[in-house]
């Protein structure tokens, strides 16, 4: 049987962050349900639709695909194949997601979706009504809470390190107007479920609340894991299973050839406009297969990688630079780009990444996702430690060094190689969060190595 933990509390009490962080802890999986309803609103609200129009917000509900993916543990928020969970974060979808989430449409809509995510799962979900509608048996129920004045304040200093240019006035507003609707609403109001544990974390720090609640949980659960031979837990369910690569095929002798002329072509051309050069090429495998795995700092960086390889390289692109004109998609399609829904959690992706490696083709990724400004290394997401722990192939580490935010005409570029990381032989053969978490870690420390 399962483990079910219900964490519910008002607007700002910090419900998402305590809920991860004790997930994390406990190995659970976290369902974050007011990332759900955010979503719908989000939905409304960019198709110009009033979130409190419930006969329009009902009407749209069948041209909503939201759901949840997860990759290494992590949560994305995926609507309609794009990952909107940043988006989802500002006062305007708060506001319409306490309307959505009046509807009674709306929330029938989500509710069998949660409701199978906690029976086949350990997992801890927070929001407004968990304990006292959604997962009425739940075995844990926790009811967290701080004042709003405390609320508004740590909401505010979240939104400024966004550049949100919200008053801490208007986010105190927005909290207590929140409150009265969440308390007041006619369907599943906020309330304390009678045999929740109230947990008032005003005067607490982070820790002392992450703390708080896992021993609260331990105690209720005297440490169970919901069943001997559970697959349920982070660290040991399998996402999808290993396909090592054969490696048998390879490009023919006049793809490379030609591949190779327009290579040593587009070097003459980068070393007359950059003061360009590579280094580390000794890494570099003279076969294809591989996964080459780059900080990001501009978009020459698919160009500044593949230079220094035998083999063509493909990379995975923006979905939106396919519907550009039709010159554009053709040659980026010709210089071995595949579209890439961002989340991360795209499976087809993954299938197409596959693919390209099995036919004897390098992948680039860029783990950070986005790119950098400031030339540091971010973090790393999963989706570069899932290809290489599936494939079972080298991942070859890049770093890309330039000073400034731009590139500039003759600009000093320094073009980084790492010795191969090989997942077999750092302990990874297969993909539990555990395989992926260590993989991307091996990952992300080579490439901030290498980049200085």
Not at 96 to 121: M, T
Request: hydrophobic share 35%; with cysteine.
């Amino acid at each position: 049987m399962s483990i079910n933990v219900a964490l519910d509390g008002p607007s700002g009490a910090g419900k998402s962050t305590i809920a991860k962080a004790v997930a994390k802890k406990l190995e659970y999986v976290y369902v974050d349900t007011g990332a759900l309803y955010r979503t719908i609103a989000y939905y409304v609200i960019s198709n110009g639709i009033d979130p409190k129009d419930e006969g329009a917000v009902v009407e749209c509900l069948g041209k909503i695909d939201v759901r949840l993916e997860y990759v290494g543990g992590a949560q994305h928020v995926m609507l309609g194949g794009e990952d909107v969970s940043d988006k989802i974060r500002t006062p305007e979808i708060s506001m319409g997601a306490s309307a959505v989430s009046a509807i009674p449409k709306v929330r029938e809509f989500l509710f069998d979706l949660q409701k199978d995510i906690a029976k086949h799962n350990n997992i801890i979900m927070d929001g407004r009504d968990i304990g006292t509608v959604v997962l009425p048996d739940a075995q844990v129920k926790i009811f967290l809470t701080a004042s709003a004045q405390e609320r508004a304040n740590r909401r505010y200093k979240e939104l400024q390190e966004k550049g949100d240019p919200s008053t801490y006035e208007q986010v105190l507003e927005d909290i207590r107007q929140r409150d009265y609707n969440d308390t007041h609403r006619d369907i599943a109001p906020l309330k304390k479920a009678d045999d929740a544990i109230e947990v008032d974390s005003t005067k607490m720090s982070l820790d002392e609340v992450i703390d708080t609640i896992v021993k609260i949980i331990k105690d209720k659960t005297g440490g169970n894991d919901g069943g001997e031979g559970r697959t349920s837990t982070r660290s040991t369910r399998e996402l999808m299973p290993v396909r090592p690569i054969t490696k048998k095929k390879k490009l023919t002798f006049i793809k490379l050839f030609f591949y190779n002329l327009l290579r040593y072509i587009t070097i003459f051309v980068y070393h007359c406009y950059y003061n360009i050069k590579w280094e580390g090429k000794e890494n570099v495998p003279k076969d294809g297969g591989n996964i080459f795995a780059s900080n990001h700092r501009s978009y020459q960086d698919p160009v500044f990688t593949a230079l220094g390889a035998r083999v063509p390289i493909s990379y995975m692109a923006k979905e939106e630079l396919f519907h550009k004109n039709v010159f554009f998609t053709g040659l980026i399609k010709l210089f071995g780009a595949f579209p890439v829904v961002r989340g991360k959690g795209d499976m087809q992706v993954i299938d197409t990444s596959i693919e390209k490696l099995e036919k004897g083709r390098n992948l680039e990724i860029f783990p950070e996702g986005t790119r950098s400004k400031d030339g540091k290394v971010g973090k790393g997401k999963t989706g570069v430690a899932l290809i290489a722990a599936v494939a079972q192939t080298k991942v070859i580490p890049v770093g890309i060094n330039f000073e400034g935010e731009k590139l500039r005409f003759r600009s000093k570029v320094v073009v980084r190689y790492g010795k191969p990381i090989i997942p077999s032989e750092i302990g990874v053969t297969g993909t539990t969060a555990k395989d992926l978490k260590k993989i991307k870690n091996e990952i992300m420390d080579s490439i901030t190595e290498l980049v200085h």
